[in-house]
């Protein structure tokens, strides 16, 4: 199961492998088939995916006009068994930075036989996982689906701040019509907030939403910040310090205290002090049960 992150309205061919341990199999007869599904469980596309060699396949993921996140199924008979692989797609409206731009900044990234696209798409991931959990926010517009539980208020939290659109809500089952979402007002904090005297009704996890949220651009110093938490986490392996260790001492003398990480920082003071700035950290008032 994996995560991949790509820019609406540009079309990506994924590729999944299949192992019996630590070997590749193919399918046994017939053909993998690959299904795109909403997270609603809505089919949005069906494909025999395509084989590029022992135990791959692959599948062209049609371009979106909007962000949204998808499930990916990969389903085949293998060794007499009926397997079915999942990965998740997330179509997002714009990343924290861009790969050049990185291998840019840093001369060693540029080695593209080290440090594959591929490795530096999935690092990004990381830092920008990492980035809005420790600011409460989106940099980039993205899409969300939560199930919360009403509180019989006209307010509602979700997990998420900077909202931008509601684009689908239910309760206990029942679609709101657009004019019924139109009424719903957004908030920065991550409320919706419904007209007056129209509460959002109690329940357990009876309130189904689907927002986008995020802002529309990364300010440069956070993507600076990015860019530089990247590099951290690509050489990470490199490194002959200890996991463990909070101070060293060099052999050619001196003791050096290491910064580090917390839910809330990441160790690398340069980076830390982008993420602290006045207005840069939200926190939700979610109601998500």
């Not at 992150?5 to 492998?17: D, E, K, P, Y």
């Not at 009926?82 to 998740?88: L, R, W």
């Not at 060693?108 to 440090?115: G, I, K, P, S, T």
Request: net charge neutral; hydrophobic share 35%; aromatic share 8%.
């Amino acid at each position: 199961m994996g995560l991949t992150r790509i820019l609406r309205t540009t079309q990506v061919t994924l590729t999944h492998s299949f192992y019996a341990d630590e070997g590749k199999v193919d399918v046994d007869s017939g053909n993998v088939t690959a299904t795109l599904k909403r997270l609603s469980g809505t089919v949005v596309d069906t494909q025999t995916a395509g084989h590029t060699g022992l135990g791959d396949y692959t599948y062209p993921v049609p371009a979106q006009a909007l962000v949204d996140t998808f499930r990916l199924e990969w389903s085949g008979l293998f060794g007499g068994v009926a397997v079915t692989a999942v990965d998740y797609v997330e179509v997002v409206g714009g990343f924290l930075f861009g790969l050049a731009e990185a291998r840019h900044r840093h001369q060693f990234l540029r080695d593209v036989a080290r440090y594959s696209t591929a490795d530096l798409a999935a690092k990004r991931i990381e830092v920008e996982q990492e980035f809005e959990n420790i600011c409460g926010q989106a940099w980039v517009p993205r899409f969300g689906r939560y199930a919360l539980s009403g509180r019989g208020y006209e307010q509602i939290g979700t997990p998420v701040t900077m909202l931008r659109t509601l684009r689908a809500a239910s309760i206990s089952g029942v679609a709101l019509t657009q004019s019924e979402l139109d009424q719903v007002s957004l908030t920065d904090s991550g409320i919706l907030r419904r007209p007056t005297g129209v509460p959002w009704p109690a329940g357990y996890r009876n309130v189904i939403v689907e927002v986008e949220h995020g802002n529309d651009y990364p300010p440069d110093p956070i993507k600076e910040a990015g860019i530089l938490r990247l590099r951290s986490r690509i050489s990470s392996t490199t490194t002959e310090i200890p996991d463990r260790a909070i101070s060293f001492a060099p052999a050619e003398g001196g003791t050096y205290r290491i910064s580090t990480p917390a839910r809330t920082r990441t160790g690398i003071p340069d980076v830390d002090g982008v993420l602290e700035r006045p207005g840069w950290t939200r926190r939700t008032r979610a109601a998500v049960a």
